[in-house]
T-cell receptor, first 117, second 115 residues
């Protein structure tokens, strides 16, 4: 098991273009999270999936953002009509769907750094 | 409202010194979990330690130890005999068991360990 994998690692795009990021969680991890992190700040929650169901969305997730998790495996995060304010690190995390105390932490990928020029 | 505050923006220590990172949290829930994560320059958040709200016993794991006090809503993290490889940004996080699935992070503390 290689951990949470995110692609691409870096993306530079022109303002107004659409971008899509992919996240492959640790296998058998039912729960998947997307976070955004700007320079000098902590990660901010964007959205949460349990299997293929998107159960929670942050107000940060404007209409230009959409996330999917078809078949409950990998997930994609798409940003349409990118703006310079979208420049950030986009982090994906996963965790198993068990209630044991020892399984409550989320495991993060290395992130996709988006730069909108 | 739920919130995590890390008042220390940046800390610099000399190698082999002990260092404590502060974390104060806010929640009205009685059941929750607290975590510390490390973010090295590579960007990946690495899980370090967890504590649930029912267990205030403080523990030591290698060079890491933590002090959880519900009375003051604090979850402080100590690195003993710091090493240069400990240089990173450290985040405290809060996870509730109802009402929301998300992890709530503080703004992080940048630790610089000087040789």
């Amino acid at each position: 098991d290689t951990g949470v994998s995110q692609n691409p690692r870096h993306k530079i795009t022109k303002r107004g273009q659409n971008v899509t990021f992919r996240c492959d969680p640790i296998s058998e991890h039912n729960r998947l999270y997307w976070y955004r992190q700007t320079l000098g700040q902590g990660p901010e929650f964007l959205t949460y999936f349990q299997n293929e169901a998107q159960l929670e969305k942050s107000r940060l997730l404007s209409d230009r953002f959409s996330a999917e998790r078809p078949k409950g495996s990998f997930s994609t995060l798409e940003i349409q009509r990118t703006e310079q304010g979208d420049s950030a690190m986009y982090l994906c995390a996963s965790r198993p769907d068990r209630s044991y105390v020892s399984d409550t932490e989320a495991f993060f990928g290395q992130g996709t750094r988006l730069t909108v020029v | 409202a739920q919130k995590v505050t890390q008042a220390q923006t940046e800390i610099s220590v000399v190698e082999k010194e002990d260092v404590t990172l502060d974390c104060v949290y806010e929640t009205r829930d009685t059941t929750y979990y607290l975590f510390w994560y490390k973010q090295p320059p590579s960007g990946e958040l690495v899980f370090l330690i967890r504590r649930n709200s029912f267990d205030e016993q403080n523990e030591i794991s290698g060079r890491y130890s933590w002090n959880f006090q519900k009375s003051t809503s604090s979850f402080n993290f100590t690195i003993t005999a710091s090493q240069v490889v400990d240089s990173a940004v450290y985040f405290c996080a809060l996870h509730l068991t109802s009402g929301t699935y998300k992890y709530i992070f503080g703004t992080g503390t940048r630790l610089k360990v000087l040789a």
